[in-house]
DNA sequence: CTTCCGCTATGAGAATGCGCATAAAACCCC
DNA sequence: GGGGTTTTATGCGCATTCTCATAGCGGAAG
């Protein structure tokens, strides 16, 4: 799940992307909107997280082009307090959700998870044999017992359970799991790959490595 | 978009169809599990809404042979609110999503709409007798089980599938096969060629050698 | 028909480097 | 500073790849 975040105050935005990096989303930001017009077009993200009080390109404008591009991104605006005519024609304009600043990290949180919940084409979990992940809270059960992941591995399963039973390179993981600016080993990920596979054992689930590719989360037998 | 709807309450179906209808969808209905499974093998379609509880041939059923045939059409199951074990069992066999009975007509066209927008996205399998191949997931499969192969046997078998009944040579092979600094030699092509061969032919797949040129993937009778 | 030569099949062995495991260091949040 | 997590470091095992040697096959020429 990889979000953009555009807002101009570095302060929030770092407030903004630590909280949602430890809740398993990789998070880009952009600190003026010339910037995340830029970002967006040259990724593709599941959310974007929209100050409309941005310098270079008003946080209007970027919700205005995004939606002439006929994107589809959930988008939820950031506004202050004494914005509310701002507010309304940025739901206008097709943004999903607002928050007035100042709000609570915890309640943006909630309000993500919602967003990209719809994202996700509302499926209620994702089943993977005896596993089953809830893309709302990002938990995991096996056998209805929940279990214990960290954002790392949070991350790594959402990528392998939304391509399930195909081959995902670990370039490809590294582009999900980081946003740009950081960028991890393959190393890296085949520590992630070997804890998570302990921790998924248990439930018979199987991540298959086709060496020089990749890794492919074996699909369960349709039978 | 079409869509078949296979629910033998035609209460229930009528008022799914009209729904659907007024929005825009081209709404096939059938009343027992022989009827969608006559009307899946006679119309391609792009949702199949199905409940579980049909007679004659139960929605599992239904549901298992559409996957069978390498199908990838989305499927949303109906439910009933008891039929927890039955849910479950449809998503393991390749269900995209669910509604409980009873259900807002409302969510339905919105999950309708979720599943019909990510089925554009989806990549068509290249089918080969009893072999698929997802050139996305660059897995393969054969009757619809997974076959374990290399890296080397997998690009092999891409572009022979690419250029399927084609005589393709060897030095096209090497071409696909390598990068521009690194070369193999022919004789290392014959191997790969063998051991493709010998995962292959469990499947009735053959790779018909023509002497001087190259090699050959049979087409499968029919077509 | 027989012989010969070159192309292909196949098995076995060797080399490469990828991925695994484990440990240890950096990091971060409370 | 202490618990957790993330990341880097490192050596080993082994699957995969590739070469080699040999046997099989097919076509052409004599």
Not at 161 to 172: E, H, I, T, W, Y
């Given at each position: 799940?990889?979000?953009?975040?555009?807002?101009?105050?570095?302060i929030?935005?770092?407030?903004v992307?630590?909280?949602?990096?430890?809740?398993?989303?990789?998070v880009?930001?952009?600190?003026?909107?010339?910037?995340?017009?830029?970002?967006?077009?040259?990724?593709?993200?599941?959310?974007?997280?929209?100050d409309?009080?941005?310098?270079?390109?008003?946080?209007?404008?970027?919700?205005?082009r995004?939606?002439?591009?006929?994107?589809?991104?959930?988008v939820?605006?950031?506004?202050?307090?004494?914005?509310?005519?701002?507010r309304?024609?940025?739901?206008?304009?097709?943004a999903?959700?607002y928050?007035?600043?100042?709000?609570?990290?915890?309640?943006?949180?909630?309000?993500?998870?919602?967003?990209?919940?719809?994202?996700?084409?509302?499926?209620?979990?994702?089943?993977?044999?005896?596993l089953?992940?809830?893309?709302?809270?990002?938990?995991?059960?096996?056998?209805?017992?929940?279990?214990?992941?960290?954002?790392?591995?949070?991350?790594?399963?959402?990528?392998?359970?939304?391509?399930?039973?195909?081959?995902?390179?670990?370039?490809?993981?590294?582009?999900?799991?980081?946003?740009?600016?950081?960028?991890?080993?393959?190393?890296?990920?085949?520590?992630?790959?070997?804890?998570?596979?302990?921790?998924?054992?248990?439930?018979?689930?199987?991540?298959?490595?086709?060496?020089?590719?990749?890794?492919?989360?074996?699909?369960?037998?349709?039978?």
């Open positions: 799940m990889r979000i953009l975040i555009a807002e101009d105050d570095d929030i935005a770092d407030g992307s630590r909280s949602l990096g430890q809740a398993g989303y990789s880009d930001w952009a600190a003026h909107g010339e910037a995340a017009e830029e970002a967006l077009l040259a990724h593709s993200y599941d959310l974007l997280v929209l409309l009080g941005l310098p270079r390109l008003s946080g209007l404008e970027v919700l205005k995004l939606r002439a591009r006929h994107s589809t991104i959930p939820l605006i950031l506004t202050a307090l004494d914005g509310t005519h701002d309304v024609r940025g739901l206008d304009l097709g999903d959700d928050m007035v600043k100042p709000f609570e990290l915890a309640e943006l949180e909630a309000r993500v998870r919602a967003l990209t919940r719809r994202a996700t084409g509302n499926s209620p979990a994702i089943v993977c044999g005896s089953s992940f809830d893309p709302v809270g990002r938990v995991t059960q096996i056998d209805g017992v929940p279990l214990d992941l960290s954002a790392r591995e949070i991350g790594l399963l959402e990528i392998l359970l939304a391509r399930m039973g195909r081959l995902v390179s670990k370039d490809q993981l590294v582009d999900h799991l980081c946003g740009w600016g950081e960028e991890v080993s393959h190393n890296a990920i085949e520590v992630y790959v070997h804890r998570l596979r302990k921790k998924l054992e248990s439930g018979g689930i199987k991540i298959a490595t086709v060496r020089g590719l990749g890794y492919c989360l074996e699909r369960p037998q349709g039978e």
